[in-house]
């Protein structure tokens, strides 16, 4: 019976505990030049995570464009990640949205270093904003989903700036 009991009172104790969650708004700058605003980011992190959303604008309309995740872990580790892409409609504003999950090396570039998010709650988060081109119908697929696909060249245009609080 207290086994019964035991067993019954986890799930209980589980649904109670409160998830921290911390969300904060930053600027999207150019990173030519960092006074210029042209859209904003939201992060939500938890301790399983992080996500966010950015809108932005300012872009050559047809061109392939990414977001990548650049994470500066609290050892001082930098891990970066995909974290979305599309082509650019005529208006040259686009949204992303992405998440990625503490311990996840999916879409990691070997740079010699981390390749995972190690602390979600403590980590800084770079947005970079990166331009691959031209959309080419040929490659397109990769270019809004790899970080060296350009047609002719690859440009980071923006970033958006998330320190741990």
């Known amino acids: ?10 799930p209980l104790t589980h649904a109670g505990a409160a998830t921290q969650t911390i969300r904060s708004t930053s600027d ?10 042209v859209g904003t980011s939201t992060l939500t992190r938890t301790e399983s995570g992080i996500s966010f959303s950015l809108q932005t604008s300012g872009l050559e309309p047809g061109h ?3 977001v990548w995740w650049m994470v500066v872990n609290p050892d001082g ?19 992303f949205g992405s998440y990625l999950q503490v311990g996840d090396s999916d879409g990691a570039l070997d740079m010699g270093t981390d390749t ?9 988060v770079y947005l970079v904003v990166r331009d691959h081109g031209l959309a080419d ?7 809004i989903q790899t970080f060296g696909e350009c047609n002719t ?7 958006s700036v998330h320190q741990a609080s």
């Not at 580790?77 to 949204?95: M, N, R």
């Not at 995972?116 to 800084?124: G, H, I, K, R, V």
């Not at 060249?153 to 970033?159: A, G």
């Open 64 to 66: 392939a464009v990414t």
């Open 116 to 124: 995972t998010l190690e602390d979600a709650l403590q980590a800084t």
């Open 153 to 159: 060249s690859c440009t980071d245009l923006q970033m």
């Open 77 to 95: 580790g930098v891990a970066v990640l995909y974290a979305a892409g599309h082509v650019i409609d005529d208006s040259g504003t686009a949204e």
């Open 1 to 10: 019976m207290a086994l019964i009991g035991l067993l019954s009172a986890i």
């Open 28 to 37: 999207v700058t150019l990173i030519s030049d960092p006074s210029v605003v």
């Open 137 to 143: 119908p040929r490659t397109v697929s990769k270019q």
